[in-house]
């Protein structure tokens, strides 16, 4: 229900806009009906009891969701229109109500004397405000749709004070969801030029109400939106609070998940949940043999299972790891050479020169497309002073022929 509140000079050109041809006459106070003639002379003559009144003709629209449409009937919305006269102070004086069927919302036309039966003048003042209030108790009463009807408004055919109570709407909307107390709106509103009141209680100053105001203009909350009444904004800020512990506390849960060592974790590999002894012997860098694996296909896959050193990616092998391939420069076990050429830094078992001896040289590719790999006798991976050269000691074991004394 949105009513809107005109001062005008001329009951006929008035009463000749809202009597068009598909318009029906609902009820007339102290007026002749006989022809729309007869209406706009009716009027005049009682305004001429107040010549000096320059706006005596007052206009009301009154327009109500389509959402009511079906309970909108001709008696229905009489008593709504009567109601609202009431409430606004229109009595005892002469009125039209005339209803309009050529837009998709239920609307109705008051046109009223604003030059009452005893010559007294029908005041406006804080019209707006009052109007404000009227249909909010009109909508409550009868449980009348509440329009989107902010949304839908459009704001460049607006007059003050409306076109300014649509800015501190749709500035607040804007700001709300940032906020978690009065002060954060407070402080949002400012940067746009609207300054916010807040009415306090007078034993323990706690906030009761709250006000904007731009351009020495002001509204209540309620006033720009009953949502923005004070008791709604601190559900909001409550609701924001909240959400943003929530928030915070999913943040930490994920942080100590991503920081959680995977070596903790016992994986599930191709439907097969490991046990703690077989991820005891995977994270020494040795492997095992898992049976019937399922592969993504579906089909069953029976083979040797081992990580890189971190625990971050398996790999899998029908040929057992321990295998030496030649790799390179090296010949070295096919579990490592996988390892280097998933991208991995491999700590990896060589064969060094002369028999039965191993070296562990720190091999990786810096690209994974690169043909040679990169080499170091220390983690390239750590920083420098952490590094230990770990270089084979050739004599190592090797008994020295120093020759018989003489």
Same mark, same amino acid.
């Given at each position: 229900?949105?009513?809107?509140?005109?001062?005008?000079?001329?009951?006929?050109?008035?009463?000749?806009?809202?009597? #068009?041809?598909?318009?029906?006459? +609902?009820?007339?106070?102290?007026?002749?009906?006989?022809?729309?003639?007869?209406?706009?002379?009716?009027?005049?003559?009682?305004?001429?009891?107040?010549?000096? *009144?320059?706006?005596?003709?007052? #206009?009301?629209?009154?327009?109500?969701?389509?959402? /009511?449409?079906?309970?909108?009937?001709?008696?229905?919305?009489?008593?709504?229109? %009567?109601?609202?006269?009431?409430?606004? !102070?229109?009595?005892?004086?002469?009125?039209?109500?005339?209803? #309009?069927?050529?837009? /998709?919302?239920?609307?109705?036309? *008051?046109?009223?004397?604003?030059?009452?039966?005893?010559?007294?003048?029908?005041?406006?003042?804080?019209?707006?405000?009052?109007? *404000?209030?009227?249909?909010?108790?009109?909508? /409550?009463?009868?449980?009348?749709?509440? !329009?989107?009807? %902010?949304?839908?408004?459009?704001?460049?055919?607006?007059?003050?004070?409306?076109? *300014?109570?649509?800015?501190?709407?749709?500035?607040?909307?804007?700001?709300?969801?940032?906020?978690?107390?009065?002060?954060?709106?407070?402080?949002?509103?400012?940067?746009?030029?609207?300054?916010?009141?807040?009415? +306090?209680?007078?034993?323990?100053?706690?906030?009761?109400?709250?006000?904007?105001?731009?351009?020495?203009?002001?509204?209540?909350?309620?006033?720009? /939106?009953?949502?923005?009444?004070?008791?709604?904004?601190?559900?909001?800020?409550?609701?924001?609070? =909240?959400?943003?512990?929530? $928030? %915070? =506390?999913?943040?930490?849960?994920?942080?100590?998940?991503?920081?959680?060592?995977?070596?903790?974790?016992?994986?599930?590999?191709?439907?097969?949940? +490991?046990?703690?002894?077989?991820?005891?012997?995977?994270?020494?860098?040795?492997?095992?043999?898992? =049976?019937?694996?399922?592969?993504?296909?579906?089909?069953?896959?029976?083979?040797?299972?081992?990580?890189?050193? $971190?625990?971050?990616? #398996?790999?899998?092998?029908? $040929?057992?790891?321990?295998?030496?391939?030649?790799?390179?420069?090296?010949?070295?076990?096919?579990?490592?050479?996988?390892?280097?050429?998933?991208?991995?830094?491999?700590?990896?078992?060589?064969?060094?020169?002369?028999?039965?001896?191993?070296?562990?040289?720190? +091999?990786?590719?810096?690209?994974?497309?690169?043909?040679?790999?990169?080499?170091?006798?220390?983690?390239?991976?750590?920083?420098?002073?952490?590094?230990?050269?770990?270089?084979?000691?050739?004599?190592?074991?090797?008994?020295?022929?120093?020759?018989?004394?003489?």
């Amino acid at each position: 229900m949105i009513a809107k509140n005109i001062k005008g000079k001329s009951f006929k050109g008035c009463v000749s806009y809202v009597m #068009h041809e598909d318009a029906t006459l +609902l009820e007339a106070e102290g007026v002749w009906v006989g022809s729309k003639q007869d209406i706009i002379r009716s009027f005049a003559m009682q305004r001429s009891g107040r010549k000096e *009144i320059k706006q005596p003709v007052g #206009h009301i629209p009154l327009s109500f969701s389509p959402a /009511d449409k079906d309970r909108m009937t001709n008696e229905f919305m009489v008593q709504l229109a %009567k109601e609202y006269m009431q409430e606004m !102070g229109i009595r005892n004086t002469q009125y039209i109500i005339v209803r #309009h069927e050529n837009t /998709d919302n239920p609307h109705l036309h *008051i046109v009223y004397n604003r030059i009452d039966n005893d010559l007294k003048l029908i005041s406006v003042n804080h019209d707006y405000k009052r109007n *404000i209030k009227v249909c909010k108790k009109l909508k /409550d009463k009868y449980n009348l749709t509440y !329009g989107e009807g %902010k949304e839908k408004v459009k704001r460049e055919k607006l007059d003050n004070p409306a076109k *300014i109570k649509y800015k501190i709407h749709d500035t607040i909307k804007v700001a709300l969801p940032h906020c978690t107390n009065p002060n954060d709106l407070k402080s949002l509103l400012e940067k746009s030029g609207i300054a916010t009141v807040f009415k +306090l209680k007078r034993t323990t100053n706690e906030i009761e109400g709250i006000s904007f105001s731009y351009n020495n203009i002001a509204f209540k909350g309620s006033e720009v /939106d009953r949502k923005f009444s004070y008791a709604n904004l601190r559900k909001e800020f409550e609701k924001n609070l =909240e959400m943003q512990q929530k $928030q %915070k =506390e999913q943040e930490q849960v994920q942080q100590q998940t991503e920081n959680k060592p995977k070596a903790n974790r016992i994986p599930t590999i191709g439907g097969i949940k +490991l046990t703690p002894e077989q991820m005891a012997v995977l994270k020494d860098g040795g492997y095992i043999y898992l =049976e019937n694996m399922q592969r993504k296909d579906g089909s069953k896959l029976s083979a040797y299972l081992f990580f890189d050193d $971190q625990m971050k990616q #398996h790999f899998v092998s029908k $040929q057992n790891p321990d295998t030496f391939v030649k790799y390179g420069k090296y010949e070295m076990r096919l579990m490592d050479k996988m390892r280097i050429e998933a991208g991995f830094v491999t700590k990896a078992k060589v064969k060094w020169w002369g028999g039965g001896q191993y070296a562990y040289p720190h +091999l990786w590719k810096a690209n994974q497309s690169d043909t040679d790999y990169q080499e170091s006798w220390g983690d390239p991976r750590l920083p420098k002073a952490e590094k230990k050269e770990e270089k084979p000691d050739l004599y190592k074991n090797t008994k020295i022929n120093r020759g018989r004394k003489r």
